[in-house]
């Protein structure tokens, strides 16, 4: 079901041809899309993984096409819809800075805001704003489409093609990024979509695809903990995260108010700023030269409760830690660096604002939701909660020193103690 005829496709390296409107071509010639060539979907990762080089620019052409199937397989869904679910999944990423989500260190610490602020922005106030008018939909609509925030009473499954536990953007991210790794973790999307319809409002599996949705969770907290918090290449992300910090306390180098100039970065652009900037040239040394942190301590918690994952993403706790580690081991508190999830659950947050999202599965049988996945699969039930990864790093020089300090202050006290309500 397409209202407008194909301009063109694209060959896709895991999604095979992937076809594009006149309209959709539009946007994808725009320079605020363009520039998502230019920036790694896994920034850091190619420490690690030397493949990882794909891009932003690729992963949103693939969420269009995910996005868009699952649009026509549910059948209250109109054209227009369809329409509107595809350009939104194509600019769902559009406000990324450079090196993707490590970008999100600058955001946030000198601006309290994130990439789905700018993705808002850039849409209803970019080059982007005509043109989605002159294709006939509303700026406003698609912008908070775009990141799963539409809304919409009664039809709340339309954020959830773009931001739920088994979402367009996952279901794409997944597959891509085990391909472009090598880790070889599948998923077979294809199943999920053809059985997925709207029960209640909501975006339900089948149940009689519980078995797939299971190999589809299990992939995800398998790459979590292999790909995107890999220790080596979270390593090379945390340094990459400071170096832009210093190189901002140095010279402010964008405003997020100035769209020209947001759009002028990517990994291209911002390197050489890093490589010059006085208080970042160190660690970009360092990179070049692959003397990466070390990990000298690490903790893995699963647990039911929030209150960890709040705990993790606590700069004020995280900062008294690696204060007290560096006293006891007698080196520069800049020497010592605790790192936790930006997301901190998987596999049910999609987002740093931790949103929790259960999977609605339908019964077949029935047609009816179930009330809870525990009656579907054991599996999924065990896995609603918070995977958490605790780690310290620091320099190869001070490797020992931070590790005894770690191991002796880490165990000394329940740091949730110190949280302030």
């Known amino acids: 079901m397409q209202s407008k005829k194909w301009w063109g496709f694209i060959k896709d390296p895991v999604f095979g041809y992937i076809h594009f409107t006149p309209e959709e071509k539009n946007v994808i010639d725009t320079k605020t899309f363009q520039r998502l060539i230019r920036i790694r979907q ?40 369809i329409n509107e679910i595809r350009l939104a999944g194509l600019l769902h990423d559009i406000g990324h800075g ?14 309290k805001i994130n990439h789905e602020d700018m993705t808002r922005k850039l849409i209803r106030e970019g080059e982007l704003k005509d043109i989605i008018k002159d294709a006939g939909y509303s700026p406003e609509k698609i912008s908070r489409l775009a990141i799963g925030q539409l809304n919409e009473r009664r039809k709340e499954y339309l954020d959830q093609i773009l931001r739920s536990t088994v979402d367009a953007d996952k279901m794409d991210y997944i597959v891509r990024d085990s391909y472009h790794t090598g880790a070889g973790y599948s998923a077979d999307v294809w199943r999920m979509i053809y059985t997925m319809e709207v029960a209640n409002n909501q975006l339900s599996i089948s149940s009689t695809a519980i078995y797939t949705l299971e ?8 790459s979590f903990k292999s790909i995107y918090f890999h ?22 180098f964008f405003s997020p108010n100035n769209l020209e100039e947001y759009i002028e970065l990517s990994d291209y652009t911002v390197w050489p700023i890093l490589k010059n900037s006085k208080s970042a040239a160190k660690i970009i040394d360092d990179l070049e030269h692959r003397r990466l942190l070390k990990s000298v301590y690490e903790n893995i918690v699963i647990t039911k409760e929030e209150l960890m994952s709040r705990i993790f993403t606590k700069d004020h706790v995280k900062t008294t830690i690696e204060r007290e580690i560096a006293v006891d081991a007698g080196v520069s508190e800049d020497e010592v660096l605790i790192d936790s999830p930006l997301v901190p659950s998987v596999p049910y947050s999609s987002s740093a604002k931790d949103e929790r999202f259960d999977v609605h599965i339908f019964d077949k049988k029935t047609n009816n939701l179930l009330e809870s996945s525990g009656e579907a699969s054991k599996i999924i039930e065990a896995m609603k909660g918070y995977l958490n990864i605790l780690r310290v790093y620091t320099t190869a020089e001070n490797r020992d020193k931070v590790r005894k300090a770690a191991l002796k202050i880490l165990s000394s006290e329940p740091y949730e103690l110190k949280i302030a309500t």
């Not at 990762?45 to 995910?66: L, Q």
């Not at 450079?98 to 601006?111: G, N, Q």
């Not at 190999?215 to 398998?222: D, G, H, I, S, T």
Request: aromatic share 10%.
């Open 42 to 81: 896994l920034a850091g990762a190619e420490y690690v993984y030397p493949g990882a080089n794909h891009t932003r620019f690729e992963h949103s052409i693939g969420v269009m096409h995910i996005a868009g199937e699952l649009a026509k397989n549910l059948e209250c869904m109109t054209v227009d819809e």
């Open 98 to 111: 450079a090196f993707s989500h490590i970008f999100e260190t600058v955001l946030h610490k000198f601006f």
């Open 215 to 222: 190999a589809f969770l299990l992939a995800r907290v398998e």
């Open 231 to 252: 220790k080596t290449a979270r390593a090379a992300q945390i340094m990459i995260g400071k170096a832009l910090v210093k190189a901002y306390e140095d010279t402010p």
